[in-house]
């Protein structure tokens, strides 16, 4: 795995938005470039629709084979 996320992306992103399958995918893909869940998702209601977010992790590299 890279040491750092493909295409400059951050180390650290928060996904937000309606809680439907373009949100489910943006997670998805996410997960397949290599980055990880970090914590738990979150959920609120904002009148109209339900809003979600859920933060991701570039993983760090092995501390012990950076020389």
Do not use: I, K
């Not at 399958?21 to 914590?39: D, I, N, P, Q």
């Amino acid at each position: 795995m890279p040491a750092s996320p493909p295409n400059g992306l951050p180390r650290y992103r928060l996904l937000t938005g309606r809680d439907d399958e373009t949100f489910c995918r943006r997670v998805s893909e996410a997960l397949a470039l290599g980055y990880e869940l970090y914590g738990s998702p979150a959920a609120t209601f904002n009148g109209e629709h339900v809003v979600v977010a859920q933060a991701l992790l570039w993983p760090e590299g092995d501390p012990s084979s950076v020389r």
